[in-house]
């Protein structure tokens, strides 16, 4: 059904603004429409044209509101289709996201969102809203309608709440898939809930029981649906009698899988509140579900299942069950991982690669090892911070599943180190993909310039050693440390070179905040005797009082950060087997570095 008309006034637009949200239009089927300044006809004869197209837009629909918002898209050009449409654009948050409100945006791309959050669009959007969920007559049009027209507060709340609660019951018996059905009788639930309406609660419980169930009987596999509803029915003040039969049910029907296991006993641990004898035996119970998928797999998927065992059991108190897992998880040989290598080819002109060398070993070596101490012009191997940040912004438009996809850093060992726990992690992540993805490209070149600069100067060792004792923060054995490397490096013993320096860089560092007159020791708790503390504290310190954050970054992913190569602690736990020599070039770039800062320096 098309209509014949529309009539509405039009805010003028940007050219970019106009230009970014045709883009967005054309490539996921959008609003380009700016709801700013519009006046819509409210006449009966409009809005009746308007329930009835959508209304027949939402008949096809099955696999969400989405399905709605598609059916009307050949007719967004009429503003007032639009903004009906953008109603069933909304993707429904659930319980633990961090939304502002029940409806979030869809995408956010570029910088826009989209669509909107419902309190930011004009009240003539949501008088639209409300003239056709008046005349329309399908589940899902009104469900949606009178549930925003609810979210945004339209008084009176009430002859919102009980439509949206009628209309989405009855989306929940149609054919809709599982997920959405479920969905519909959640919400559902929360709507009754706040308007205190025990009567639509109670029928919302009794057929969220019912349909539980029956998704957990099913031999399709439904984990999905099913906990969805025993979740929400968990969460009541007063949980129905039958969910704990639920659950005991759950947990047999998805046994097979731990994840969906473990989500399941953490739910009867919430029922168990104030049982401690009971909160111990479940406690128990999930390490142990991690233990056993971590018996019946291998490689990677073995490690995966026994990290959750280890630290389940460490935080809950069982610490027989954490040093069992330990035990196992330690024995597991890098070989067993089954891990997969992947090597790229960047091809660069022989000649541009010996024009960058030669900025470095053309010259007197002392001035070729000051260039080499800067760097690339002024930046470290990684990048400068604020082009990394952009490259981070580029990598999650152009390749959004590596920006949503976990990567648990794994140690020399085999043994996972760091995963990223919450959002701000996974961003700090992403930054250290970029610079640690640059110093691998950048190792080999800054590998061969300071075989040049060895190769065509050949200093000698009281020559390097005078040198760096004229450095203001370098004491006389770490310039005899200094030089020893440089030489180990060009005769071809990089792996003792990098044993030999590495503690020296942490060395410097820790030197250089006591200069600042910084508190770098901490003395004897109680049996924990006292210390220094390490590389990565070092380097928030300093970059407290002054030191560059791009350079900051570069020696923690170096040195000390299990997000990068974290090269001081596996040298010093020997998990390099044979440590690659571009490696050892940053080392000693990075050390080089180090020898030119001191307090009050530029």
Same mark, same amino acid.
């Given at each position: =059904?098309? #209509?014949? @008309?529309?009539?509405?006034?039009?805010?003028?637009?940007?050219?970019?603004?106009?230009?970014?949200?045709?883009?967005?239009?054309?490539?996921?089927? /959008?609003?380009?429409?700016?709801?700013?300044?519009?006046?819509?006809?409210?006449?009966?004869?409009?809005?009746? +044209?308007?329930?009835? /197209?959508?209304?027949?837009?939402? +008949?096809?629909?099955?696999?969400?509101? @989405?399905?709605?918002?598609?059916?009307?898209?050949?007719?967004?050009?009429?503003?007032?289709?639009?903004?009906?449409?953008?109603?069933?654009?909304?993707? =429904?948050?659930?319980?633990?996201?961090? +939304?502002?409100?029940?409806?979030?945006?869809?995408?956010?791309?570029?910088?826009?969102?989209?669509?909107?959050?419902?309190?930011?669009?004009?009240?003539?959007?949501?008088? #639209?809203?409300? !003239?056709?969920?008046?005349?329309?007559?399908?589940?899902?049009?009104?469900?949606?309608?009178?549930?925003?027209?609810?979210?945004?507060?339209?008084?009176?709340?009430?002859?919102?709440?009980?439509?949206?609660?009628?209309?989405?019951?009855?989306?929940?018996?149609?054919?809709?898939?599982?997920?959405?059905?479920?969905?519909?009788?959640?919400?559902?639930?929360?709507?009754?809930?706040? =308007?205190?309406?025990?009567?639509?609660?109670?029928?919302?419980?009794?057929?969220?029981?019912?349909?539980?169930?029956?998704?957990?009987?099913?031999?399709?596999?439904?984990?999905?649906?099913?906990?969805?509803?025993?979740?929400?029915?968990?969460?009541? !003040?007063?949980?129905?009698?039958?969910?704990?039969? #639920?659950?005991?049910?759950?947990?047999?029907?998805?046994?097979?899988?731990?994840?969906?296991?473990?989500?399941?006993?953490?739910?009867?641990?919430?029922?168990?509140?104030?049982?401690?004898?009971?909160?111990?035996?479940?406690?128990?119970?999930?390490?142990?579900?991690?233990?056993?998928?971590?018996?019946?797999?291998?490689?990677?998927?073995?490690?995966?299942?026994?990290?959750?065992?280890?630290?389940?059991?460490?935080?809950?108190?069982?610490?027989? =069950?954490?040093?069992?897992?330990?035990?196992?998880?330690?024995?597991?040989?890098?070989?067993?991982?089954?891990?997969?290598?992947?090597?790229?080819?960047?091809?660069?002109?022989?000649?541009?690669?010996?024009?960058?060398?030669?900025? $470095?070993?053309?010259?007197?070596?002392?001035?070729?090892?000051?260039?080499?101490?800067?760097?690339?012009?002024?930046?470290?191997?990684?990048?400068?911070?604020?082009?990394?940040?952009?490259?981070?912004?580029?990598?999650?438009?152009?390749?959004?599943?590596?920006?949503?996809?976990?990567?648990?850093?794994?140690?020399?060992?085999?043994?996972?180190?760091?995963?990223?726990?919450?959002?701000? *992690?996974?961003?700090?992540?992403?930054?250290?993909?970029?610079?640690? $993805?640059?110093?691998?490209?950048?190792?080999?070149?800054?590998?061969?310039?300071?075989?040049?600069?060895?190769?065509?100067?050949?200093?000698?060792?009281?020559?390097?050693?005078? #040198? $760096?004792?004229?450095?203001?923060?370098?004491?006389?054995?770490?310039?005899?440390?200094?030089?020893?490397?440089?030489?180990?490096?060009?005769?071809?013993?990089?792996?003792?070179?990098?044993?030999?320096? +590495?503690?020296?860089?942490?060395?410097?560092?820790?030197?250089?905040?006591?200069?600042?007159?910084?508190?770098?020791?901490?003395?004897?708790?109680?049996?924990?005797?006292? !210390?220094?503390?390490?590389?990565?504290?070092?380097?928030?310190?300093?970059?407290?009082?002054?030191? *560059?954050?791009?350079?900051?970054?570069?020696?923690?992913?170096?040195?000390?950060?299990?997000?990068?190569?974290?090269?001081?602690?596996?040298?010093?736990?020997?998990?390099?087997? *044979?440590?690659?020599?571009?490696?050892?070039?940053?080392?000693?770039?990075?050390?080089?570095?180090?020898?030119?800062?001191?307090?009050?320096?530029?």
């Amino acid at each position: =059904m098309r #209509l014949p @008309h529309v009539s509405a006034a039009r805010a003028p637009e940007s050219e970019n603004s106009a230009t970014l949200d045709n883009l967005l239009s054309i490539i996921y089927g /959008m609003s380009s429409t700016a709801f700013e300044s519009l006046q819509f006809d409210l006449s009966p004869e409009r809005i009746t +044209a308007l329930a009835a /197209m959508t209304d027949e837009a939402a +008949a096809g629909a099955t696999a969400g509101w @989405h399905e709605i918002s598609g059916a009307l898209q050949a007719d967004r050009e009429a503003a007032d289709v639009d903004a009906i449409a953008t109603a069933f654009d909304y993707r =429904m948050s659930e319980a633990g996201e961090d +939304a502002e409100s029940v409806f979030a945006s869809a995408w956010t791309i570029g910088g826009k969102t989209y669509p909107a959050p419902p309190s930011a669009l004009p009240t003539s959007v949501a008088d #639209l809203w409300e !003239k056709v969920s008046e005349r329309a007559s399908s589940s899902p049009v009104r469900a949606r309608l009178h549930d925003l027209l609810f979210t945004l507060r339209r008084q009176p709340r009430h002859i919102h709440a009980e439509p949206a609660c009628v209309a989405y019951q009855e989306l929940s018996k149609q054919d809709w898939i599982p997920l959405y059905r479920a969905l519909a009788l959640v919400r559902t639930l929360d709507i009754a809930r706040q =308007m205190g309406r025990d009567d639509l609660a109670q029928s919302a419980v009794e057929q969220m029981i019912t349909d539980a169930r029956e998704y957990i009987k099913d031999a399709e596999w439904h984990p999905g649906v099913s906990m969805r509803l025993v979740d929400r029915l968990v969460a009541e !003040k007063k949980p129905p009698d039958e969910v704990d039969d #639920l659950l005991a049910a759950a947990r047999a029907r998805y046994a097979a899988d731990p994840h969906i296991e473990v989500e399941v006993a953490t739910l009867q641990r919430r029922r168990a509140k104030g049982d401690t004898a009971e909160l111990e035996r479940i406690d128990r119970e999930i390490a142990a579900i991690w233990l056993a998928a971590a018996e019946n797999s291998s490689g990677i998927q073995k490690v995966g299942h026994l990290t959750p065992a280890i630290e389940y059991a460490r935080n809950h108190g069982h610490n027989d =069950m954490a040093d069992q897992a330990t035990r196992t998880l330690q024995s597991i040989e890098s070989d067993e991982l089954e891990m997969q290598s992947f090597r790229s080819t960047i091809d660069v002109p022989r000649e541009k690669i010996d024009q960058w060398i030669d900025r $470095f070993a053309d010259h007197d070596w002392r001035t070729g090892l000051l260039h080499f101490s800067r760097g690339d012009g002024g930046h470290p191997p990684s990048g400068h911070i604020d082009n990394n940040r952009a490259q981070v912004d580029v990598l999650r438009q152009e390749a959004p599943l590596l920006s949503m996809t976990t990567r648990v850093m794994l140690g020399g060992d085999g043994l996972p180190r760091w995963q990223p726990q919450n959002d701000d *992690d996974r961003e700090l992540q992403q930054l250290a993909f970029v610079e640690s $993805f640059t110093m691998r490209v950048c190792a080999p070149l800054f590998d061969q310039a300071l075989l040049a600069i060895g190769a065509r100067h050949n200093p000698s060792r009281e020559e390097l050693e005078g #040198l $760096f004792a004229e450095r203001p923060a370098v004491t006389p054995d770490i310039a005899r440390v200094l030089a020893d490397s440089l030489l180990r490096f060009w005769s071809g013993d990089h792996e003792a070179c990098a044993y030999l320096l +590495a503690p020296k860089i942490e060395t410097m560092l820790r030197n250089l905040a006591r200069g600042l007159d910084e508190a770098v020791y901490q003395t004897q708790r109680s049996n924990t005797p006292g !210390k220094y503390v390490g590389v990565g504290v070092l380097l928030r310190i300093l970059g407290k009082r002054g030191l *560059d954050e791009s350079w900051g970054r570069y020696l923690a992913m170096l040195l000390s950060s299990p997000m990068g190569f974290n090269i001081r602690n596996e040298l010093a736990h020997g998990f390099f087997e *044979d440590i690659p020599r571009p490696l050892v070039a940053l080392l000693i770039q990075a050390a080089l570095y180090v020898t030119t800062l001191h307090p009050g320096a530029a």
